[in-house]
């Protein structure tokens, strides 16, 4: 019995003290980690392998001092940065690509003093068709930066890298398709930033493009009027920027009446006159306008979608418009004119112009029903209470076209101020009930250039034609017109 005590007492001892050392070891490895880390701390900054501009740039020196190194590419940023490398240093992308924004300002200043003085060194391609093609790429992505001063030096470098490669470049259409496609599509998501000073800036940015010819205006009404995210196609803000860029396109650089790019532009400023917000009718009316300075009379086969109280006041506003005019378009009123007074008898016909023409008093302009019984008296009478195009506001008790309904409740109707554009669908409801209305979770935003939103059942009628429309209301039979 004494000696297995003996062994076991050994055997307990062994494993003790294996345990121990284990213990040991495992409190030395922090304190180990501690020191090395104390000591690189302490120990004098030895900055990265930097392009020789940024050393010798005092300014730039000291905002490197105050930083870390910038660090090395995450697979992420590799991946973005794959393309440039055969353009830029490694050192200047890993800046560029940090996550550190202090780091990608820098990137920005580095380019920038190389373009400048055209003394290369970041910049690793000695091809100019290459760099020029390349800075603007990765300029694209430093414009969409989330930091305001990265984001408008980016956009400053853009300016300055379409002046400094003014000249005419051999061989740059070979490089240009995607880099130039990418600057263009982030200046234009730009446009309808949320801060003033980014959409003003991104929106100088593009117009300045055209004067380098490599370039041209050309490729940047292409571009607009082509296929882009789903954010710049539907927000007010990016079209309303998208138009004012057409506007100023087309003073400055369309100046022959047939020229390939006005049938782009008058296409795109009556999809405008179309539109749901007042903002982007106006600026629609106003682009159609210098389109009739430029093309008179031809401006009519672009006019076939729009109604025909559109195209009276487009036809009065081109009476009147004058070069360089930057007066506000009256908005169409959109009450149809009846001599029916809703509180009972007849009133006398309002000042405005009547919808209905002389050679069409046996049909009605709205629904296109033909009777050969209809007067002038009748004709009232059927848009009054029967026309299933039209809608008796519950309000002001006047008669609307119902695809109209929404804009008449928020800016024409008495009782507009009880009445509020909910932000996801843009119907009109009342203020009161706005709450109730995004709680029920029924709406959803409609893409205008693919579908008109019925203000009554809040269908999507498909495609946005008037042709579309009408079936909606006359064959369909919409659900929500009495």
């Known amino acids: 019995q004494m000696c297995i005590r003996d062994r076991d007492k050994k055997m307990y001892s062994k494993m003790y003290s294996k345990i121990a050392r284990q213990a040991t070891e495992e409190k030395e490895i922090p304190r180990e980690r501690s020191r090395q880390i104390k000591a690189r701390k302490e120990a004098p900054h030895i900055p990265a392998k930097l392009p020789e501009e ?57 380019l920038k003093r190389e373009v400048s003085t055209g003394k290369f060194s970041a910049i690793s391609t000695k091809d100019r068709a290459q760099a020029f093609a390349a800075l603007l790429g990765l300029m694209g992505y430093l414009v969409m930066d ?49 801060n003033a ?77 179309n539109h749901a917000s007042n903002e982007i009718r106006t600026k629609a009316y106003e682009l159609l306008a210098s389109v009739h300075e430029l093309i008179g009379g031809g401006i009519n086969e672009y006019l076939g979608e729009l109604r025909q109280a559109q195209i009276d006041l487009l036809k009065a506003k081109f009476k009147k418009s004058k ?21 009972g008898g007849k009133s006398k016909p309002k000042a405005r112009k009547p919808v209905i023409g002389e050679d069409s008093e046996k049909q009605c302009e709205y629904c296109g029903k033909r009777d050969p019984r209809f007067n002038e008296d009748s004709l ?28 008449h409740l928020l800016s ?24 109730e209305h995004l709680q029920e979770g029924n709406c959803s935003a409609c893409d205008p250039e693919k579908a008109i939103k019925c203000p009554l059942c809040r269908a999507e009628v498909k495609p946005a034609t008037s042709k579309a429309w009408k079936s909606h209301i006359l064959n369909d039979k919409c659900p929500g017109n009495p």
Request: hydrophobic share 35%; aromatic share 6%.
């Open 380 to 407: 009232d009478l059927h848009m009054y209470k029967r026309c299933p195009m039209l809608y008796l506001c519950p309000n002001c008790k006047n008669v609307i076209e119902i695809i109209n309904l929404n804009f």
């Open 323 to 343: 070069p360089n005019s930057q007066e506000r378009v009256e908005e169409p009123k959109v009450i149809v004119t009846t001599k029916i007074n809703p509180k």
């Open 146 to 194: 989330s930091v305001l001063p990265v984001s408008l030096k980016a956009m400053d470098l853009v300016d300055l890298v379409a002046e400094s490669f003014a000249d005419s470049i051999d061989g740059i259409k070979g490089y240009f398709g995607g880099e130039l496609d990418s600057c263009l599509s982030a200046l234009l998501e730009q446009v309808g930033n949320n």
């Open 197 to 273: 000073k980014i959409r003003k800036k991104a929106q100088e940015t593009f117009v300045n493009l055209p004067t380098n010819p490599n370039i041209g205006a050309k490729a940047l009404i292409s571009h607009i009027s082509g296929s882009q995210s789903k954010k710049t196609q539907q927000s007010a803000r990016h079209i309303q920027g998208k138009l004012q860029i057409l506007h100023t396109l087309l003073r400055q650089h369309v100046s022959k009446s047939k020229d390939p790019l006005i049938p782009i532009i008058a296409r795109m400023g009556v999809a405008g006159v």
């Open 54 to 110: 940024v050393k010798g740039s005092e300014e730039l020196g000291r905002k490197l001092d105050a930083e870390e190194n910038p660090e090395q590419l995450s697979k992420k940023a590799k991946k973005l940065a794959d393309p440039y490398l055969p353009h830029f240093t490694l050192p200047l992308l890993q800046m560029a690509f940090s996550k550190t924004w202090t780091f990608r300002e820098l990137a920005i200043e580095t």
């Open 412 to 435: 024409e109707c008495s009782a507009a101020d009880n009445y509020e554009s909910c932000s996801i669908c843009d119907a009109a409801v009342l203020r009161d009930e706005i709450d």
